[in-house]
């Protein structure tokens, strides 16, 4: 059975750091395609970073330059370092997982976490 649990969301001010770990179980985790996705409240979910066989990465424009998207295989553990936070990146942000890395877009990948809430003050 896959999980993915989400932690290190909190509240920060604007210019802040926070990091988000998600934890995954229950499939090959080195090979697996990964990646955040975020929702903003009246928004849609929206692609942050994702992270491919090869240590492979791509942002989003919007947080290009500021997020590090990264994993640790001997801990089955996903990363999203987030820096020079933004009131606008308010949201709750989500890990998701495609173990086959054989979809093309993260909003299809078959596993998702919980999420964990992210609240950047101005």
């Known amino acids: 059975q896959v999980q993915l649990v989400e932690s290190g969301g909190g509240s920060v001010q604007s210019g802040g750091s926070l990091r988000l770990s998600c934890a995954a179980s229950g499939y090959t985790y080195s090979s697996a395609c990964m990646g955040w996705s975020r929702q903003a409240p009246g928004k849609e979910r929206e692609w942050v970073a994702r992270i491919f066989r090869g240590d492979i990465f791509t942002y989003a424009d919007s947080v290009k330059g500021r997020f590090t998207i990264s994993r640790d295989n001997a801990k089955n553990t996903l990363y999203l370092q987030m820096n020079s936070l933004k009131a606008e990146d308010t949201a709750i942000y989500y890990c998701?997982?495609?173990?086959?890395?054989?979809?093309?877009?993260?909003?299809?990948?078959?596993?998702w976490g919980q999420g964990t809430q992210v609240t950047v003050s101005s």
């Open positions: 998701a997982a495609d173990p086959s890395c054989l979809i093309v877009r993260i909003r299809n990948y078959p596993y």
